[in-house]
């Protein structure tokens, strides 16, 4: 024992590799005195394995000793070192710089109660390899401390989480693992323990996770020939200049054959290099999904890393970055030449290094910057054509003869009040600046547009489709099906309550005489308490979840109910905002009451739908947790939906609004609607409300753009970043360049961002597709915008991920998920709305029936006044006539307001006239052909284009018949050899007949010898 209380007592590996101590680890001597006992502990070679689902649960057998369970002599050392940031690469490595660090887990820990457990921890070594640094003032260096007389331990917590890591710690280190401790940290209060998979262990967990691997057999691409050949190089020399330069982007003519890695084939697979043959991004997901079924008992419930995290035991895990990004003399690495490369504003322009990408963050990030690429691709042509649009709008607004008819001050048409008394009659004359404004984006043009936007929508899922099976292609997806999931922490636990509930109550209902019963009822809690897992006999019913299902129901219909009031609060601002200033006495603020309604209207609505994006995503996931779903991905998914259900309404009601409903319960002058008896319902301008769904629609979708991307995405990360700058000022200058120039690669990762997974990233692009699709007939520019903050998005976002989050764990994803469902139906979505948009919102339907059915001359002259009725201001009820009836300098008897309704001089005045039932069915049947037609085309460009390329097919195909090859010609050299032998055998025998007599009374003895030699074989 040494004097600073540090045991460095270990069992010689010669000691225990015969086979009469296989499967026993001894303990050190000094550790028979510690609270437990014990002498020995049986080295569980598969105890953290997870059962089946039927139950089985694995044998614990240690009888291989090259499964990597027996310890080294350095596993078993506390490790020191003399300059311990030169070996490790700054905490790349262990304290010996040969083990990589391939995972970290973060604790917080107090100094000033920690001496006692933490001089015995040391004292008996319980836990394997430890970093203690020298400089690193041991308990008890100076004097041995008595643990009898020591200060008692008060912070009963932090003991407990204590014993839980020292628990977890050495189940890890049991399941192979190997661990370095680091306390001595410039962050105070904070320990490190890094961990570190070893070859067998790696090849152990690739086995079972089914892990594809390259093998040595490589084989050629299927290259196109002829004219396609030439094409092909003309386009690669065209698109050379904005080529990522990453070898990973290179065109691979010839690729490695890939097979699930086995421990028994491994003579196929490349293992020239085992420290470059799994990658970091694999090494670390090995060891998460070890992290993640680790047991530990003393915990609340048996469950691994999740519970931990989320009972504080640890605070953080998460596998390290490459090494830094910027500075003059940081070695080359993947995450420099991705922040080179990929995350730079500079680069913008280039295509993405997705297998890069890949490579460093795994599948399911590289497909989602995958999906965000084509979709940018994709708006590049959606842009031109809505530019095309909009400027043939520009240039045929002098030629529009409804507008043209609306400016021409010689009609001298007198228009009915917009409020009640305090407004007066005005001149329809006055609105010609709106009505030209309105032709820019309701003009036949924007009908083409629709239906070009929905055959765009189905076009880009099948080139995704076809995108993502070249990808699973190239990253050895193909045959990869989805396991399920490890229970979670929180199902685990609801189950065991659940299970003991119901011990309980048979034990009190039951009768008290057997005692077998209570003993067989207290192995079974000793079973679950042991970690046994209770998901075979018990689970979770809807009987279970059914208050949390009516707790889901009953929150989203009043969230929606609350999005829906909300909107009726800006309504009735804009009545009374209306009203408000039209007694203004000011003519400026008469004349534009609108358009200042409008604008402010708007910016509430943005302001409201930014606070309830943030309120709403809060919500959605406190609801998925009560509902306690089995799997991470059953959580994600409904997360997904609540999230996506509750935004979609919170973003698209106020359009929802302007486009269906505003305008249409307005009743007529002299019997008008009104809200609360005093505030009458809003209407439409007299071009029409497109104009006004189309302010809204820009302005909410730009604002949420600039406003969640620029100051969510950028300042807020940013303004952390800052305030840790200014901490670490606060520093003597001495202190502080020593701060920044001795910190490991764990504790800048440390002061990252934790990765809060692609669900805010994902939806802020759905709901800006559904931007760019639903209401494109009112906004054709809404594609150009997108396009342009899409091309800032990507290189924020890689940004983030490159320099402000810590480095996520890689997981493996053949496809979006949830998101291609929910993409599909924005789609078919977008025809419906786009539809009645058309038919109901512009005055596309009402010119076509008017032109080909009322109009005299064949053309447009006269379509305004078909649209306007009559109405005699002697019929305006008591007290809603205009106070000021002489503002236009004369008096007037006769006023006109928009809608189809018979003349005061009719029989039955002011009832609906019969050209309202002609463009209502002309309405309808426009709804149904255009839906219907766009429908067919869509369904055609699905069918037509084929979700499998035919080279891939092809190649797939290919792959499959070299496996075969592969694995006959072995068959075929093991019958070989196996002949080869049999045969040699054979003439031994024949030898040895022709021998002495004596050899024929030892033919049995030949024989088992040469069975002995076959079992050998």
Known sequence: METDGIDLHRIPRESYTDGSFHGVEFLPEDFRDSPNERTMRVNEKYSTLPADEKGIHIINIRAIED????????????????DPDANCKYGLYFRDGKRKVDYILVYHYKKSSFSRTLTRRIHFNDLGPRSLKQDQPLPGKAGQVNMHDSEPHMDYHEDDKRVRREE????????????????????HGLGFVKIHAPWNVLCREAEFMKLKMPTKKVYQIHQPHGLLKKINSVIQKITEPIQPKVAEHKHQTVKRLSYPFSREKQHLFDLSDRDSFFDSKTRSTIVYEILKRTTCTKAKYSMGITSLLANGVYSAAYPLHDGDYEGEHVEHNDRKLLCEEWASYGVFYKYQPIDLVRKYFGEKIGLYFAWLGVYTQMLIPASIVGIIV?????????????????????????????????????????????????????????????????????????HWKRKQMRLNYRWDLTGFEEEEDHPRAEYEAKVLE???RKESKNKEKGPQLPEEAANKWRQRVKRVMAGVKLTEK?????????????????????????????????????????????ISSTPGGRSNVRVTVTATAVIINLVVIIILDEVYGCIARWLTQIEVPKTDKSFEERLIFKAFLLKFVNAYTPIFYVAFFKGRFVGRPGDYVYIFHSFRMEECAPGGCLMELCIQLSIIMLGKQLIQNNLFEIGIPKMKKFIRYLKSKRRRPGDHEEYLKKKQRYEVDYNLEPFAGLTPEYMEMIIQFGFVTLFVASFPLAPLFALLNNIIEIRLDAKKFVTELRRPVAVRAKDIGIWYNILRGVGKLAVIINAFVISFTSDFIPRLVYLYMYSESGTMHGFVNHTLSYFNVSDFQDGTAPNDAMELGYPVQICRYKDYRDPPWSETKYDIAKDFWAVLAARLAFVIVFQNLVMFMSDFVDWIIPDIPKDISQQIHKEK????????KEEQGKLQLLENWGGKEKRKGENCNNHSPRSSMSHRGSASSIHSCHVEV
Not at 74 to 82: A, D, G, M, R, V
Not at 396 to 425: A, F, G, K
Not at 548 to 574: D, E, H, K, P, Q
């Open 67 to 82: 499964i990597g369970y027996v310890r080294t002599e350095s596993t078993l050392l506390n490790s020191f070192s003399q």
């Open 168 to 187: 977890y710690e050495n189940n890890l280190m049991q399941a192979g693992l190997e661990l370095e401790r680091d306390e001595d940290t410039k962050i």
């Open 390 to 462: 909009f400027l043939y709008g520009c240039a045929t607004v002098d030629e529009n003869i409804p507008s043209m008819e609306m400016c021409d001050q010689r009609n001298n048409i007198t228009m009915c009040p917009l409020c009640d008394r305090t407004c007066s009659y005005w001149k329809l004359s006055s609105a010609c600046a709106t009505s030209r404004a309105s032709h820019l984006f309701d003009n036949p043009a924007t009908v083409f547009f629709s239906v070009f936007m929905a055959l765009w929508a189905a076009t880009f899922m099948e």
């Open 498 to 500: 659940k299970s003991l």
């Open 538 to 582: 018990e689970k979770l019913t809807w009987k279970d979840r059914f208050p949390a299902y009516f707790t889901n129901f009953v929150s989203i219909i009043f969230m929606i109910g609350l999005t829906f009031a909300i909107v009726f609060g800006v309504i009735i601002y804009r009545i009374s905002t209306a009203a408000a200033l039209a």
């Open 961 to 968: 018949v070299l496996m075969v090859e592969v694995f006959m």
